[in-house]
């Protein structure tokens, strides 16, 4: 089955700086991978995601690639804010059919 | 537009108890994906339902169990309790599987 390694598991960055976050995965069926956000407390929600017939995808501040040949994709957190502090996921399935399969998550950490 | 709605939000049970948790799904949505999240383990899969059937299972003892109602509701259930199932147990949904799932805030399991 699918599994998503996803580093690193703690990122310390300064306001305004930049955070890249990297997943790789292993099933070279997997076609679609979202990035969930999930503050302390609360549950887990949908940020960014990419199909792999795409290459890159933009969402303001927030930017994800893939490069299906290396099986792996990343998320760019640009122009850092205090409330971009949270455990960010990764996660990888085939479309409609299988299961949504995570990375162990990313505590990031942005200071002012 | 209702959200995904789980209950009940906390629990307390003891060893060797059984328990059993309820997912309302987002109406129209019929995969319904139940999660077990711990500290550094992230979001491990437990199981998928898709109409009434289950579709895909994680790598949980058979302990745990779930099924779907015709109402896409679904419950898990959790027979002799051990002390490291203590967690939050995630349950979200989605259209057909997948892709596009939301979290519900999940239900806090505390075995003593």
């Known amino acids: 089955g699918e599994n998503v390694e996803q580093h690193p598991s703690t990122l310390s960055v300064q306001e305004g700086d930049s955070a890249v976050i990297k997943c790789t995965y292993s099933?070279?069926?997997?076609?679609?991978f979202p990035w969930y956000k999930q503050e302390l407390g609360k549950r887990p929600q949908l940020i960014i995601d990419?199909?792999?017939?795409?290459g890159e995808k933009k969402d303001q501040r927030i930017a994800v690639t893939l490069n299906k040949t290396a099986k792996h994709f990343s998320l760019h957190i640009t122009e850092t804010q205090p409330e971009d502090s949270a455990v960010y996921f990764c996660?990888?399935?085939?479309?409609?059919?299988?299961?949504?399969?995570f990375g162990k998550g990313t505590t990031l950490s942005v200071s002012s | 537009k209702a959200g995904v709605t789980q209950t009940p939000r906390y629990l307390i049970k003891t060893r060797g108890q059984q328990v059993t948790l309820s997912c309302s799904p987002i109406?129209?949505?019929?995969?319904v994906s139940w999660y077990q999240q711990t500290p550094g383990q992230g979001l491990q899969f437990l199981f998928e339902?898709?109409?009434?059937?289950?579709?895909n299972k994680g790598n949980f003892p058979g302990r745990f169990s779930g099924r779907q109602f015709s109402n896409s509701r679904s419950e898990m259930n959790v027979s002799t309790l051990e002390l490291g199932d203590s967690a939050l147990y995630l349950c979200?949904?989605?259209?057909?599987?997948?892709?596009?799932?939301?979290f519900g805030s999940g239900t806090r399991l505390t075995v003593v």
């Open positions: 996660a990888a399935s085939v479309q409609a059919g299988t299961a949504l399969i």
């Open positions: 990419i199909r792999s017939n795409v």
């Open positions: 109406s129209g949505h019929r995969s």
């Open positions: 979200a949904s989605s259209p057909d599987g997948g892709d596009g799932y939301t």
């Open positions: 099933d070279s069926a997997s076609n679609y």
């Open positions: 339902y898709f109409s009434e059937t289950q579709r």
